[in-house]
């Protein structure tokens, strides 16, 4: 058998309201750059990195929304498959704090219950931070979710947090 035939590729999705970060976190893990003005690019379903998980090559698959988001119009290719889900949420966005149990739901009802990690985004914008930590922690408890605290633009627990729980959770499940 050839070598890239043994390959294994998880599919991650990583859903949350509009403007929290999700673009920018897939951006940043597998190009690692951030950029204030990016633009979604058309047409681009994901990104991907290779990473080894017990010694073994995996290729992560991150899949962007492209903004369906914001009008409730994710289709079910987007979800199909996933193996594992991000959960994203910005600290300067109540409203998108609210929204998580909603997504998680969205996402159990097209694959079911996936290893899924909760994060509170943006969090290097302290004085415009709405959401206390407390009521985080709350909420991935209450949720049964392992739970990071991220700054995407800082490139804070987005490479170590975030993407190595969410690959090993499914390699050692
Ligand atoms: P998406 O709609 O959830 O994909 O969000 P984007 O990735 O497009 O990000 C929305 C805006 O938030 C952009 O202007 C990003 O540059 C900015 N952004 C994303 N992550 C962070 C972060 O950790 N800190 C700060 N200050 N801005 C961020």
Redesign the pocket.
């Known amino acids: 058998m050839l070598e890239e035939d043994m390959e294994v590729a998880i599919k991650v999705v990583v859903v ?10 897939i951006q940043r893990y597998c190009k690692g750059i ?5 633009k ?1 690019t058309i047409g681009v379903d994901f990104l991907e990195r290779q990473i080894a998980v017990n010694g073994e090559d995996v290729r992560l698959l991150l899949w ?2 492209a ?1 369906q988001e914001e009008f409730d119009a994710i289709t079910k290719a987007y979800y199909r498959g996933a193996q594992a889900c991000v959960l ?1 949420f910005s600290t300067t966005d109540r409203e998108s704090f609210q929204s998580i149990q909603t997504w998680k739901e969205k996402v159990e009802a097209e694959v079911g219950d996936v290893p899924t990690v909760l994060v509170q ?5 302290l004085e415009e931070t709405v959401i206390k930590n407390e009521e985080a922690e709350a909420l991935a408890k209450r949720l049964k979710l392992r739970f990071y605290r ?5 490139d804070l627990n987005v490479t170590e947090g975030v993407f190595n729980t969410s690959s090993s959770n499914v390699c050692n499940q």
């Open positions: 949350g309201n509009g403007a929290v970060g999700k673009s920018s976190m951030f950029t204030k003005d990016y979604k962007d929304t903004g994203v985004n943006k969090i290097d914008l991220t700054s995407v633009k800082e």
